[in-house]
């Protein structure tokens, strides 16, 4: 296994398995390796990478798009977006995601879903032009906080937008502490931001054109 690459966000994973349906919620569960696991192409089909329990101090939770027994898939934060694997389920651990995060590119609407129930909606300034981000499913890759209970100041997603050399996307607070915009991502309101503390790593992110 260790002649395999290993899945990072920054890792290319051109040849692996896309997904095929990007407009569908998920299963509304989340994995994450118990240790170090190889990524496979199929059901009991070939590995292709490898992933670790741990990425950049922070668990390694996924998004489940798909059971069959004794496996998952589950949605890679590598380049391109959309890449997608199957793991043993023996060797996971599973929990509930029961929010989703719908994002409207070109009209900028952030909307915040507990199954199909929208929570709320806010205004949201993409800081780069909307053709550049990619569209489809992805999902939160870190949440980043003062404290366990407490809104977040980042959410880092398994997204990579087309033509830019600053990473992944991000939604952060529209104003930092002297009023200012801030730069990069997405800006939102404080108070979107303090809704946004119920989501975790693993949660589904959909990105629309509209």
Do not use: N
């Amino acid at each position: 296994m260790q002649d395999l690459v290993e899945v990072t966000a920054q890792t290319e994973l051109t040849g692996a398995p896309r997904d095929e349906h990007q407009d569908q919620p998920g299963t509304g569960q989340v994995v994450v390796p118990r240790i170090p696991l190889a990524i496979f192409d199929a059901v009991g089909g070939s590995p292709f990478a490898r992933i670790r329990p741990v990425w950049a101090g922070s668990e390694a939770w996924l998004p489940v798009i798909e059971w069959q027994p004794g496996w998952v898939r589950v949605l890679l934060p590598t380049q391109p977006d959309g890449a997608t694997g199957w793991l043993d389920a023996r060797r996971i651990t599973i929990a509930r995601s029961r929010y989703r995060i719908h994002l409207a590119l070109r009209t900028g609407v952030l909307s915040l879903l507990r199954g199909d129930q929208r929570v709320g909606a806010w205004s949201a300034h993409l800081h780069a032009e909307h053709d550049a981000v990619p569209v489809g499913r992805s999902f939160v890759l870190t949440s980043v906080r003062r404290g366990p209970a407490t809104p977040p100041m980042l959410l880092r997603l398994a997204v990579h937008p087309h033509g830019r050399d600053a990473g992944l996307l991000t939604v952060h607070p529209r104003s930092g502490p002297d009023g200012a915009a801030a730069g990069g991502g997405i800006g939102v309101s404080d108070e979107a931001m303090a809704a946004l503390h119920v989501v975790s790593p693993g949660c589904v992110v959909h990105l629309e054109a509209c």
